[in-house]
């Protein structure tokens, strides 16, 4: 069954001060390296905090587990939560149903004819085609967001599971090629970044809430 309940988005700079944390997730940050542990923190203190804002819990009460190279997930039925980062900001989603995000600034270098060759299927090599060079790195460039967030979405891997996943670019549902899999997919434009959203949960404008700050 789908849903049209609002979901909200929120971006944060990646260079904004870090917000608290729990001790756990402290005692965490101290064994990666320097740079992955600023990350780390960062991450998981924005998604207490905007999460907290929403459902009007204390920060450190949001019962949040998200180890590194995990897929974070909200306990005692609170929903589920994703969350990506570019060079430069930091987007959060939160859903009662399943999702999965991510982002990348709309200016990042990418050599768009290896990346679509190695991990795109032939349907996706095939609707790139219309596209002229000058518009085919953007094109690659969003259809790899999208992507990302269904590996999210999913929990799968970019090795095994990227180049199975097929989009239909008239109705912008994914579905898995061996897995009996299917999600919608949404794409924004917003400023310096592309914005993606996989989810089962029908998304309208007026249901979609983006928090900038």
């Known amino acids: 069954m789908t849903s049209t309940s609002v979901l909200p988005l929120w971006l944060f700079p990646i260079n904004s001060p870090l ?11 101290k ?5 992955r542990s ?3 923190k960062h991450a998981r203190g924005y998604v207490r905090f905007a999460l907290s804002q929403y459902l009007k819990i204390d920060p450190l009460e949001i019962p949040l587990k998200a180890s590194p190279g ?24 939160w859903s009662h ?26 349907n996706d090599r095939k609707y790139l085609k219309q596209f002229p060079e000058e518009k085919l790195m ?4 969003s259809q790899w967001v999208i ?10 891997t970019i090795a095994k599971d990227l ?26 434009q917003y400023r310096d970044w592309v914005i993606a959203i996989s989810s089962n949960q029908i998304i309208e404008n007026k249901n979609l809430i983006l928090c900038i700050n």
Not at 76 to 92: E, P, R, T
Not at 97 to 122: M, P
């Open 163 to 188: 180049k199975e996943w097929t989009i239909n670019y008239k109705t912008n549902i994914a579905k898995h090629n061996k897995l009996n899999l299917q999600v919608n997919t949404y794409k924004i």
């Open 19 to 29: 917000k608290e944390i729990s001790s756990n997730e402290e005692q965490i940050a």
């Open 138 to 141: 953007s094109e690659v460039l």
């Open 38 to 40: 600023q990350q780390y």
């Open 147 to 156: 992507k990302e967030s269904l590996i999210k979405w999913q929990q799968g």
């Open 31 to 35: 064994s990666l390296p320097q740079k």
């Open 70 to 93: 995990e897929a974070p997930r909200l306990d005692n039925g609170l929903g589920y939560v994703s969350f990506s980062h570019s060079i430069d900001a930091l987007i959060i989603g």
């Open 97 to 122: 149903k399943q999702l999965g995000v991510d982002l990348e600034r709309n200016d990042r270098a990418i050599s768009s004819q290896k990346i679509a060759k190695r991990f795109f299927d032939l």
